[in-house]
């Protein structure tokens, strides 16, 4: 009897310590958490089979991969990241990576590689970080997740994670698509972004009918080349505010394109939603929520911000690390956006696309 007894619990013991025991397996729920990396980015995705997606790993140093390793192991529940996606080589994007690995074991890293007139290098840590594997993403490439959702009428919830473009370049536009004359007739030029930022990871996460689009630091003039001539995307649920919210990205033509129902910024104290980009998502008629994860002070005095509803942390001079976090429906067909530490929550349905 005591051997059996031991038997058993050693096999739990096993059980919880295996990376298959992940949060979304259980509920059928896709989750998406921003992680507070002051005025870098770190988006967090756990698909219904428990499989992990981080987008960037914030600023180089301890605070950032702390804070991103204590949402996916205590909020998430997480003991590997599967999949780590650098979308450009900018400190506040790839800086906490190597640390990270250090922390959690990461299975395939996804980035630009080293490719022909690279403007900025994350040098040799970066690159020989520990990761099961090394892919170089391109426009098209979609990960291979796992299939595993609420059973409608007989089939699976479909889920799917697209490089939409990178390095410059994009997916070629699908058949029949229409010309976006209307809203392509407005469009106007910046000043060209000679950094990575132009280089950026341009994905778009899909589960049933729920859309999310994360352009990681994309640029004005590179952006307009998804939705002119021809609309590329369509319409997406939940946009990820481009940049931070800075005015070298986030051009009109994005919004007016895919029409959002909410957004997130990830931006810092004073970094990020620039007066320009608050207003282009103030004149959106789609938009029902913006959220944001710092409240900004900008020192130059131009202070646009959101219900304080809306914000995760709210304090200049104390930052507390709230993370947002948004949980789609096992259908597919709605989506909840959370602030634990404020208690917020809100209900949204998906459209139709």
Known sequence: MKKVCTSLVIGMLLLIASPSVQ??????RLDIYWVDVEGGAATLIVTPAGESILIDT????????????NVATQEARLTRIDHLITT???RDHFGGASQLSKMIPIGTVWDNGKFEDM????????????AESRQVISPGTQL?????GEITRNRRIPI???????????????????????????????????????NSVVML???GDFRFYDGGDVTWNQEAKLFCPVNLIGRVDVYQVTHHGLDSSNNPLVLRSVLPTVTVMNNGVTKGCAPEVFATLSGTPSIQAMYQVHKNMRPDGQVNNA??????????DECEANFIKLSVAANGRSYDVMIPANEHRATYRTVKK
Not at 144 to 148: Q, R, T, V, Y
Request: proline share 8%; glycine share 10%; net charge neutral.
């Open 205 to 207: 996460l899909e589960f």
């Open 144 to 148: 291979s997740l796992k299939p595993n």
């Open 58 to 69: 914030g600023n180089p140093g301890i605070r950032d991969p702390q804070r991103i390793f």
């Open 119 to 130: 403007p900025d290098d994350p040098g040799e840590e970066y690159f020989t970080f520990k």
């Open 23 to 28: 949060a979304g397996g259980t509920d059928g």
């Open 88 to 90: 450009h080589y900018h």
């Open 160 to 198: 799917s994670l697209t490089c939409l473009g990178t390095r410059k370049q994009f997916i070629a536009a699908p058949r029949g698509a229409k010309a976006n004359r209307a809203i392509c007739e407005d469009a106007r030029a910046k000043d060209r972004d000679g950094s990575d930022n132009a």
């Open 307 to 316: 219900p304080d509803e809306f914000i995760a942390n709210r304090k200049a």
